[in-house]
């Protein structure tokens, strides 16, 4: 029996030595546990991505580390990761196939292949559509080419939004690029998901991802009431993350639209820092800011 533990201690000794985790006993940014023979390592690092843009709208590049002051809970914070615009992105792009979407549909097909034209070589992106149910109509795919069953898609059903958006969550969380986006182009709010509102946002600031919603009701559609609170809970996702709710009729302004999404993701600023351990456990508010640098903007995640 001793010279089985013996044995296990010195395999286990053997693996660390040739995987080279650096410091084991000394660093603070991995937490490595054993657990039913399953080796584990979880790291508490609080991405941030940025996008800054100067008075007219336009993307401010060529930024250097030290140009911001990053503060958790009103407290400057020690960067450890920046990364600039060459930094791939993973994006799972939404489109909204529920009934309401009959006269729309083919704009937001339009747009999800235009975006995948866009695309570099190292991004990535997965497709979903949501009415009834959720499908996943194409995998993390570097492809300009978007699945040929987005163009087969057909608008019934009612609208699994929140739903659509955690199931693609989930599957961001797992992608080992620190960049990482949800797009929905919908016309509207949720009608049947089992999933919440608050597990959505929690699951969306947990995996690091940023919600860029795109809202295409029509016109009319802003003197109801029901349509005034989906818009407004879009655009708080949005907020709340660091992405953009954009209004748009679709068409040409559409097309425009989700090719500044695409360009925003490629000039990003990747931001990372490691809280102290005993300030884990509780939501902290975050400021991302600029130094000397007058009439800028800074727009990211506002929590963690």
């Not at 090719?259 to 925003?264: A, G, Q, T, V, W």
């Amino acid at each position: 029996m001793h010279l089985l533990k013996y044995i296990t201690v010195f395999l286990l000794l053997t693996f660390f030595t040739i995987i080279g985790l650096p410091n084991l006993s000394l660093t603070k940014t991995n937490n490595i546990t054993l657990q039913d023979n399953v080796i584990k390592i979880e790291t508490n690092l609080v991405i941030l991505n940025a996008a800054v843009t100067d008075s007219t709208g336009k993307a401010i590049l060529n930024l250097k580390q030290t140009d911001f002051i990053l503060e958790d809970e009103g407290k400057v914070q020690d960067i450890a990761i920046f990364k600039t615009e060459t930094t791939p992105f993973a994006t799972a792009l939404l489109i909204d196939a529920s009934g309401s979407m009959r006269n729309k549909l083919s704009r937001a097909r339009v747009a999800a292949a235009q975006f995948a034209e866009s695309m570099r070589v190292d991004d990535v992106t997965s497709v979903y559509s949501f009415s009834d149910k959720v499908k996943n109509l194409q995998e993390f795919s570097s492809s300009q080419d978007i699945s040929p069953d987005v163009w087969e898609l057909e608008a019934e059903g009612e609208t699994t939004l929140y739903d659509a958006m955690y199931q693609a969550l989930q599957t961001l969380s797992s992608r080992q690029e620190l960049r990482r986006a949800i797009i929905v182009i919908s016309d509207g709010g949720d009608s049947k998901s089992k999933r919440q509102e608050k597990e959505v946002l929690e699951l969306a600031l947990k995996t690091s991802a940023s919600i860029y919603a795109i809202d295409i009701a029509d016109p009319q559609d802003d003197k109801d009431s029901k349509q005034m609170i989906s818009s407004g809970l879009l655009k708080n996702f949005a907020d709340k993350t660091g992405g953009q709710y954009i209004k748009t009729l679709g068409g040409k302004q559409l097309s425009e639209k989700i090719l500044d999404i695409s360009k925003e993701l490629r000039t990003q600023y990747t931001i990372g820092f490691y809280p102290e351990k005993e300030n884990q456990g509780r939501k902290h508010r975050l400021s991302l800011k600029l130094v000397n640098r007058p009439n800028t903007q800074v727009r990211t995640r506002q929590s963690y």
